[in-house]
């Protein structure tokens, strides 16, 4: 690594569905940009998400609550790259197309549950996700690491014990942490929105007032 890309900030990536975006995702996205010094940290909603049952949602409406939930926040972005492409929304090529932009050095991140990390096998390509980044493993409680198989060999081999190291490389590390838990999900703001009941607090006002402008949920 060249010491301009030693000195640079790390960037990093968070995808999902959001659907939709709320505090929760918002706090924790805050927490890893100050806790890992991320010049930025892209918020990337799925399109087509190969794993689930797609949104009734669309992507569109999607990504714009996302955008209204991180203005005036730089250090978080709205990143529609997958809207732009077709077929299922598979995460190694979103990473490819983003270590072409920030170039082979700098220091590139995916954020991930632990949920996440119990399902790897079944990603598309996983094992190649660090050719592109490290992994940032976000671990919440009443969710544990994977104890054996080929997810718990490979995660046992390129874990990282500190966070400095995200600097040291610009790919190939797997960093776990622990983020202060928020419960908020998704899936509640939906229910409440289609019981007619208030989502308020649970998510920023701009997006409160997008869902209701356009009738999500219900």
Known sequence: MTATAANASPVAVLGGTFNPIHNGHLRSALELVELLGLERLHLMPCANPPHRQAPACAAEQRADMVELAVAGEPRLICDRRELARSGPSWTVDSLAGLRVEYGPERSLGLVMGCDALLGLERWHRWQA??????????????????????????????????????????????????????????????????????????????????????????
């Open 129 to 218: 996700l660090l050719d592109y980044a490290h992994i940032i493993v976000i671990a919440r409680p009443g969710w544990h690491l994977p104890g054996a198989g080929a997810v718990a060999e490979w995660l046992a081999r390129h874990r990282m014990t500190d966070a400095s190291a995200l600097r040291a490389q610009a790919a190939g590390g797997i960093l776990v942490l622990e983020l202060r838990p928020l419960a908020i999900s998704s899936t509640e703001i939906r229910a409440l929105c289609g019981e007619r009941r208030s989502a308020r607090y649970l998510l920023p006002e701009p997006v409160l007032d997008y869902i209701e402008t356009h009738q999500l949920y219900r």
